[in-house]
């Protein structure tokens, strides 16, 4: 046990003048303060965590006058849950603490809000906490260690459970059965029998929540190091059905001839191969990025609704990408994802098929130019998406779609330096069509664009003169111009 604090200790070095100067600002105005949770548990993994979260007997008319004297600048957004936050320069560390009165937090059955009491023990405000690794603290300045639940232990041993009774724990605040999975996926932990039972049994329960905490869960989930195992938790237990009911669809009945591939497991797989071709922070998609990874997750669920099965035993999807862009937009917004990522994902899906039969027979450059202006900023992730789509085990098959791929963007490439391809538009812009066919604003200007941009996309660059003797021919059959 000492040789795991002074570990911890270590590890809160950087921030350790934080720790005492905070500490000693409530002790000596009669109060406890720790810091608790994440911190403490990232601690004893021997990693520094980006959050400082403290916990205090005291309340928040107290806390905020405390850390308005203690930091540069304090806030009190969270004021009606008991948290305070402040930030402060101590030497070179710019540093951001919220202090939360000791709290419990519980639903009624017919409220999405929940109900905050305050406590006044420590240990009390750790047993209702969520899970035994997040119900540890350091006593400051002291530095002292509380693991009343034996969080310590559990940690050491990878295992996932809640302080009390996982129901009880569950029932007051349902979006740790979220948590639980998302821990699965951040930590790698094993999430302990009793506390699946208890997810599988009251999974309907996370309907109470709002969906923006249950969206901030899910994105902590995709974003963690290997999601695979949080999504697996979250469909076995029956929690996605309410949350992300497309998902556990994808489990379609294998026919007894294998003519199709389990989607659900070639969907986790894809997610799996997209997240090894993110780039660093000095690439074209660094990672983790939500936008590849929820394409990756989602990009074929509209095959459930699309599936038929066909004369001799086949199955085919038809559509199912357009289908799936429609079903993705519509579950991402009601899970109150942002328009920008909502609109990427649905197009991506949308896309995702657009390559298949590149190999089969030769694309134009004008095909090639549609699928860049088509893909427009979503490119690069729509490359690693697509080649991450190909999970077949017939390494033949699998080597002739990457080489057809790798010639693909080659040509891109090439392309790009020829047409400046990046920013595909008419050889005329807007001024140049009204001066040239002696017209106002208007759809006639839109509709002659719309031309001009068709014929650039199909031959490449026209060059001025050549686009409007084009307009000239397109202008004489149109209404407008016979009157």
């Known amino acids: 046990m000492e040789d795991a604090r002074r570990r911890a200790v270590e590890a809160l070095t950087p921030v350790m003048p934080v720790l005492t100067s905070l500490g000693r600002v409530f002790r000596d105005a009669g109060h406890e303060l720790a810091l608790v949770g994440g911190p403490v548990r990232d601690a004893f993994l021997g990693r520094a965590s980006a959050d400082l979260d403290f916990t205090t007997d005291a309340h928040p008319d107290v806390t905020a006058p405390l850390l308005a004297r203690w930091g540069d600048a304090h806030w009190e957004i969270g004021r009606d849950f008991g948290t305070i936050g402040a930030r402060k320069r101590l030497g070179d560390l710019d540093v951001v603490v919220e202090v939360t009165t000791y709290r419990s937090e519980s639903y009624d059955a017919s409220s999405r809000k929940p109900e905050v009491s305050y406590g006044s023990e420590l240990v009390g405000d750790l047993s209702r906490r969520d899970f035994t690794v997040n119900a540890m603290a350091l006593r400051l300045p002291s530095l002292d260690f509380a693991d009343p ?12 459970r809640t302080p009390g009774a996982p129901e009880q724990s569950f029932s007051d605040d349902p979006l740790r059965m979220m948590r639980a999975a998302r821990f699965a996926a951040q930590l790698g932990l094993r999430v302990a029998p009793e506390v699946v039972a208890a997810m599988t049994g009251m999974a309907e329960r996370i309907a109470i929540v709002s969906a923006e905490r249950v969206r901030t869960e899910l994105e902590k989930l995709l974003l963690a190091p290997d999601p695979v195992p949080g999504l697996r938790l979250m469909v076995d ?11 556990p669809a994808l489990r379609l009945e294998i026919d007894e001839h294998h003519r199709h591939k389990d989607v659900y497991e070639h969907s986790l797989t894809v997610l799996q191969q997209a997240i090894d071709r993110e780039t660093g922070s000095d690439g074209p998609v660094p990672g983790p990025d939500l936008v590849l990874r929820l394409a990756a997750l989602l990009h074929d669920i509209g095959k459930p609704a699309t599936r038929r099965f066909e004369a001799g035993g086949g199955v085919s999807f038809h559509h199912h990408e357009v289908v799936g862009a429609k079903l993705v937009a519509k579950r991402l917004k009601a899970l109150r994802f942002d328009k920008d990522t909502t609109k990427a994902v649905a197009r991506l899906t949308e896309l995702h098929l657009r390559f298949h039969g590149y190999g089969d027979g030769d694309w134009t450059d004008s095909a090639v130019r ?3 202006t088509d893909a427009g900023p979503l490119l690069e992730r729509l490359h690693r998406l697509t080649r991450s789509d190909c999970t077949t085990r017939n390494q033949r098959k699998a080597q002739r779609l990457a080489s057809a791929y790798d010639d693909l963007e080659q040509r891109i490439v090439r392309l790009r330096h020829e047409e400046e391809l990046d920013a595909v538009r008419p050889d005329l812009d ?3 069509i009204m001066e040239q066919l002696g017209v106002r604003p208007g759809p006639v200007v839109g509709r002659a664009y719309k031309h001009l941009l068709a014929l650039r996309m199909e031959h490449g660059p026209l060059g001025e003169d050549a686009a409007r003797e084009e307009l000239r021919r397109w202008w004489a059959g149109q209404p407008e111009a016979q009157g």
Do not use: C, K
């Open 430 to 432: 807007g001024t140049q």
């Open 149 to 160: 639940h034996d969080g310590l232990r559990d940690l050491a041993a990878g295992v996932l």
């Open 370 to 372: 549609r699928y860049v």
């Open 237 to 247: 237990a029956g929690l996605a059905q309410h949350v992300l009911p497309e998902l």
